[in-house]
C-alpha cells in the first residue's frame, strides 16, 4: 500500500489543489517500510490525481479538497481522508492504526470561504470546484 499525505514543513498541508509536495509512505504489513518526499512540479488541482496515480497512490490523506479532486481521486481509485491536520507522520501513524481523525464528509472546505447561495457554492474559488456541491 502507498499512503501519500499533502506535505509542507512536516504537517498535513490545507489545501490539495495547491499542494507543491506529498510525503509518500510505502507500507507493508501495517508498517511503514519506505518514505519520500515528492515535488509537484507545479502540478494543480485535477492535474494533482494524475501525479497520485503515477506514484500509484491507494490513499491520500489531506485538508481541504474540493469536489473536483475528489471526483478525479474517486475516479483513480485512490481513497480520500480530508479534514486532516497536524504531522504527517502522526497522521499515517494514526491512519494504520484505525484511529486517524478525518471529516468523511470534506469538501469546498478551504478557509470557509465558498461563496454559498442557499447552500449551493456558485463560484470557482480556493478549491471549490464551483458545481453546488459545498455543504
Known sequence: MR?????????????????EQFKIYDIREGKVTGEEIAGTEGSGHGALAGFL?????DVLICGGIG???LDALAEAGIEVYGGVTGK??????????????????????????CHHE??????????CAGNGSCH
Open 88 to 113: 504527517t507522520d502522526t497522521a499515517v501513524e494514526e491512519f494504520l492504526a484505525g484511529n486517524l481523525d478525518y471529516n468523511p464528509d470534506i469538501q469546498c472546505s478551504h478557509h470557509g470561504s
Open 3 to 19: 499512503i501519500a499525505v499533502t506535505y509542507e514543513d512536516g504537517n498535513v498541508f490545507q489545501h490539495f489543489g495547491h499542494t
Open 53 to 57: 496515480n503515477q506514484k500509484q497512490a
Open 118 to 127: 442557499e447552500g449551493e457554492c456558485k463560484e470557482d474559488k480556493n478549491g
Open 67 to 69: 469536489r473536483g479532486a
